[in-house]
């Protein structure tokens, strides 16, 4: 064990602190904003490696630091950290894709006015995820989860002069937080039946055996709450509708949150409490683990048939996020969880590269994100399309060199051995195809055809914005070397088993059907593609070729299969309708009790007011006339003529002397 | 034949009525002056006859309190005088009907 445990805590202090010195730093100072938060990721990224290195050392690797956060009467309330393969996989993508986005922030918001600011809320956004990584108590999970959720508020929000910008924001955060309910009740419940929140506590934890056997049936129920709260955040599939509204914030943005960490975080708890889920599995199987599983095929098919039809660069890649977190969610499902890790880790590195790559494009293209008026980039912007190339091929899963390949091949085999149903393995296969056609489509639409941009000449970007694209291309490619099934490293790393290297295993079946379905992708979409952006025969340059074939299915899917529009119409048709509810009761009913309080209150005031006036300043205007009139009387006294006074002495003593005489 | 003591009592008191009825009743501010010193007179004269009738008549106990009183009435009269005077200058008057300043 190292002492590395008791300093996990500055891995996310780091970070938080930075922000808050940016925060107090004007408007001006755009190198120290930008030296600091980069210094900040640097830091963490530096205590990442420092905590990696003893998980390297053992198998099954585990260090815990649980501290007191108060006491009530005899129970107190415990949170702590945690050091597992898991955390510290996590820790490393985190930080390193944290540190390029960074980078490449300083080059796409160099020309933005509130600079500092936005590193303010990077900073804070990454402090934030970090705590979410290393959290061993439920509790803190979910305070470092919610902290996300701010960040992810305010960084979509970040142009607080577009509505757009607004409306999205309170989306994200509003939906998440429908999740977050679920979350939280789960996190109630565990405590109630298992008296802790801990993960691991030498043999306490919740997650431990211990905690675990006084589940008993309700851990199905705790865990898909939880899983609710996974739903949310990592926009699944009944909540997934803020992901592509998120776009409006700015594509670092987009790159770091909604496509290699936050969402992520949803698969990450999941991967953190699977021990909930998989309580008293049945050959692998629980009914909490079927309803991950089906959740997870519905959104990857779904955003991914959503996928073909967008026209916005960067929707596209967020329904491609949905997508692929929906895959990730059937891995862990069906029981691969290392495997889903692993795509975790690799979807952080090429989704980042492919929307930094979009943030490139756009921002060479003057803001233009429309991919239909986009055409022929990759001879204006070689370094870009190259390495957007290699995010394309990634994602398509593509494998031997890309890492995106391995993991999806690992996913595609752990699903295929899924006892209750073939049936997710046969929709996966359609979505890997699925993937392949539209990032397929995406790159013929933007890189490749006939220059179709209205301004002026695009122009590659500058290189603090392309070197952050060359090292996460690099990235994505050396991850491949310790995912490939030659030498499952990374697999033995998370799952504590060992592992050696045999090249024999590279060749099995999943490799050739893997091979196939991606090819056929491919194809198809160079096949459907090919002219596009052009006329081509009957079709005119401006349509999608698929909206020229199929126009009814096109506009199905365009329109985002209606979704937001049937949450406007049922959910917040009814919130409306509470809401003006409760507006006239506050209005009329609870009002109109105060104001009837009110009312009791003036009826006193009214007595009381009619007691005063009538009786006692009566009873005092009486007594003031006397004392005037006894005044007057008194005054009459004083003549001012000294032989009145005088003559009242004299009498006064002739009657003392008579008085004198009596009494003697 | 020597008077008796009820004589001297009657002719002071006499003296101290006539002396009272000076004071108030007269307008002019010297006048009631003049009644205090007849006032006083008949206080002295009261003494006399007091200490004369008395048996230890060697003592000059009423004499001393008789020249005691005279030199106190002298006193009393300058300052009355004095007081007069100031009066005088400021109101014009004598005539203590109209010195009635202190009217409430």
């Known amino acids: 064990m190292s002492s590395i445990i008791h300093y996990l805590w500055l891995i996310p202090a780091v970070p938080f602190a930075a922000s808050l010195i940016i925060l107090s730093l004007p408007n001006t100072r755009r190198r120290s904003a930008a030296a600091l938060a980069v210094a900040g990721q640097v830091a963490a990224l530096a205590l990442s490696i420092v905590a990696c290195l003893p998980t390297l050392q053992t198998n099954g690797f585990r260090a815990v630091q649980n501290f007191t956060w108060f006491t009530f009467g005899d129970n107190a309330l415990r949170l702590g950290f945690v050091l597992d393969p898991l955390a510290a996989a996590m820790l490393l993508m985190i930080t390193v894709v944290g540190l390029c986005i960074f980078i490449f922030s300083i080059g796409y918001m160099a020309e933005d006015r509130n600079f500092v600011r936005f590193f303010a809320y990077l900073s804070f956004f990454s402090g934030a995820m970090l705590g979410v990584v290393i959290a061993n108590s439920l509790l803190l999970l979910f305070i470092f989860w919610e902290l996300v959720g701010l960040a992810s508020y305010l960084l979509i929000g970040f142009w607080i002069e577009r509505l757009s910008a607004a409306a999205a924001a309170k989306k994200a955060f509003i939906t998440t937080r429908i999740g977050d309910m679920g979350f939280f009740l789960g996190m109630l419940w565990l405590y109630n039946r298992s008296g802790t929140l801990l993960f691991y506590d030498h043999g306490k934890g919740c997650l431990e055996s211990a905690g675990l056997a006084m589940l008993g049936a309700s851990a199905t129920f705790i865990a898909v709450l939880i899983f609710f709260g996974a739903v949310g955040k990592s926009g699944q599939f009944p909540l997934h509708v803020w992901l592509p509204d998120a776009m409006e914030g700015p594509t670092p943005v987009s790159a770091l949150i909604h496509a290699a960490t936050m969402v992520a975080a949803g698969v990450f708890l999941v991967a953190r409490v699977y021990p909930l889920f998989s309580l008293g599995a049945v050959n692998g199987v629980t009914s909490s683990l079927i309803v991950v599983v089906w959740i997870g095929v519905t959104t990857a098919l779904m955003a991914a048939l959503i996928a073909i039809a967008q026209a916005d660069i960067k929707r596209i890649l967020a329904y491609s996020t949905v997508s692929q977190l929906g895959l990730m969610m059937v891995s862990l499902g069906v029981g691969g969880v290392a495997a889903g890790i692993m795509h975790v880790l690799a979807h952080g590195f090429f989704k980042a590269l492919l929307f930094l790559g979009s943030g490139s494009v756009i921002h060479g293209c003057h803001g233009e994100q429309d991919i239909r008026k986009m055409g022929g980039l990759r001879r204006f912007m070689p370094v870009t399309f190259v390495t957007y190339a290699m995010g394309m091929m990634a994602l398509s899963g593509v494998p031997f060199f890309f890492s995106g390949g391995w993991t999806k091949e690992e996913i595609l085999h752990a699903v295929g051995h899924w006892p209750p149903s073939r049936a997710p393995y046969y929709l996966m296969f359609a979505g890997v195809v699925l993937t392949a056609l539209y990032m397929t489509r995406q790159i013929i639409y933007v890189f490749f055809g006939n220059p179709r941009l209205s301004v002026e000449h695009p122009h590659e970007s500058p290189r603090v914005m392309t070197m952050p694209l060359i090292m996460l291309a690099l990235g994505a490619i050396l991850l491949s070397l310790v995912l490939t099934p030659a030498w499952p490293w990374l697999h033995g790393f998370l799952t504590g088993e060992s592992v050696h290297f045999d090249l024999a295993s590279l060749i099995q079946p999943m490799l050739f059907i893997s091979l196939v379905l991606v090819g056929a992708g491919i194809a198809l979409g160079i096949w459907m593609y090919r002219k596009a952006g052009a006329q081509d025969r009957d079709r005119p340059a401006g349509i999608d070729p698929l909206e020229y074939g199929q126009p009814g299915l096109f506009r199905f899917l365009a329109n985002k299969m209606w979704i937001d529009e049937l949450y406007a119409h049922t959910v917040i048709a009814f919130s409306w309708m509470a809401a003006r509810v409760s507006d006239w009761l506050d209005r009329n009913f609870w009002d109109g009790l105060v104001r009837g309080f009110g009312a009791i209150g003036q009826v006193f005031a009214m007595f009381t007011s009619g007691v005063d006036e009538r009786g006692i300043n009566a009873g005092v205007d009486a007594s003031t006339v006397g004392a005037r009139g006894l005044g007057r009387l008194m005054s009459a006294a004083h003549s001012g003529q000294i032989q009145i006074y005088l003559g009242v002495v004299a009498i006064g003593m002739l009657a003392l002397l008579l008085l004198y005489a009596w009494l003697a | ?104």
Do not use: C
């Open chain 2, 1 to 104: 034949m020597i008077p008796t003591l009820q004589a001297f009592l009657i002719v002071s008191a006499a003296l101290f009525s006539i002396g009272l009825l000076a004071a108030l009743s007269r307008r002019h501010a010297i006048f009631i002056l003049i009644g205090i010193e007849l006032m006083l007179a008949a206080a002295n004269l009261n003494f006399i006859a007091f200490w004369r009738f008395a048996p230890q008549a060697h003592q000059p106990t009423g004499v001393m309190f008789a020249i005691f009183s005279i030199a106190i009435s002298a006193a009393e009269a300058a300052v009355g005088l004095a007081m007069i005077i100031a009066v005088y200058r400021h109101y014009h008057t004598t005539n203590v009907d109209q010195l009635d300043q202190l009217k409430g």
